[in-house]
Nanobody
């Protein structure tokens, strides 16, 4: 069983920044992709960003130019740098990892409010 441990969520004002971290219990090189999803109250879970084992990244249109996903193999960590945060970014953010199976973290709350 794989565990994904997220950290870095919190309360931030509009225009602020946060960096989320995800550390899996297995080497990140074992996964085809790792990514971040989010779920706001009353809404479905949606893809935010994903990065492949080769380092290619894709983003939801709503976060392009503001969020950056990256991976540090030495630290066995995947990051989501979130800049210029908006109230509509408020959600629980989940780390996701895929092999032939799909793994999810427990989620970390991000609240953007003045």
């Amino acid at each position: 069983q794989v565990q994904l441990v997220e950290s870095g969520g919190g309360l931030v004002q509009p225009g602020g920044s946060l960096r989320l971290s995800c550390v899996p219990s297995r080497s990140i090189s074992a996964f085809y992709t790792m990514g971040w999803y989010r779920q706001a109250p009353g809404k479905e879970r949606e893809l935010v960003a994903v990065i492949t084992s080769g380092g290619n990244a894709n983003y939801a249109d709503s976060v392009k130019g503001r969020f950056t996903i990256s991976r540090d193999n030495a630290k066995n960590t995947v990051y989501l740098q979130m800049n210029n945060l908006k109230p509509e970014d408020t959600a629980v953010y989940f780390c996701n990892a895929r092999t032939l199976l799909v793994y999810w973290g427990q989620g970390t709350q991000v609240t953007v409010s003045s």
